[in-house]
């Protein structure tokens, strides 16, 4: 499946008013992906890191759900899941060859 195909698919099932349109899908993903994180945090706490096949697939579960909400994000903003990737990777791609890759901050 590509990305575009993702992006169509889950589209149709984005149920939230437009009124609530990019509020709704960005709160959505903020909180899925604290759902991911807290996941990864009873690894850590509750196994002593060692993953179990359990965890694993609750933790892909919440990611699929994270990928839902990035799509509508996309979505809501008129551009492309694909588009958002290669421009993520050229960024990241700039840093790297100015060896900026560590570090914080948006614009390094």
Do not use: C
């Amino acid at each position: 499946m590509t990305f575009e195909e993702y992006q169509k698919e889950a589209q149709k099932t984005a149920l939230y008013p437009e009124a609530y349109r990019l509020v709704y899908p960005a709160l959505g993903l903020a909180g899925e992906a604290g759902e991911l994180a807290n996941k990864v945090k009873k690894v850590l706490r509750d196994h002593g890191g060692r993953l179990s096949e359990e965890a694993r697939e609750a933790i892909l579960a919440e990611l699929g759900d994270v990928l839902w909400y990035v799509a509508q994000v996309a979505t809501d903003l008129g551009e492309s899941l694909e588009a958002v990737a290669q421009a993520n990777l050229a960024k990241l791609r700039s840093r790297k060859e100015r060896g900026r890759l560590g570090g914080d901050g948006d614009d390094r």
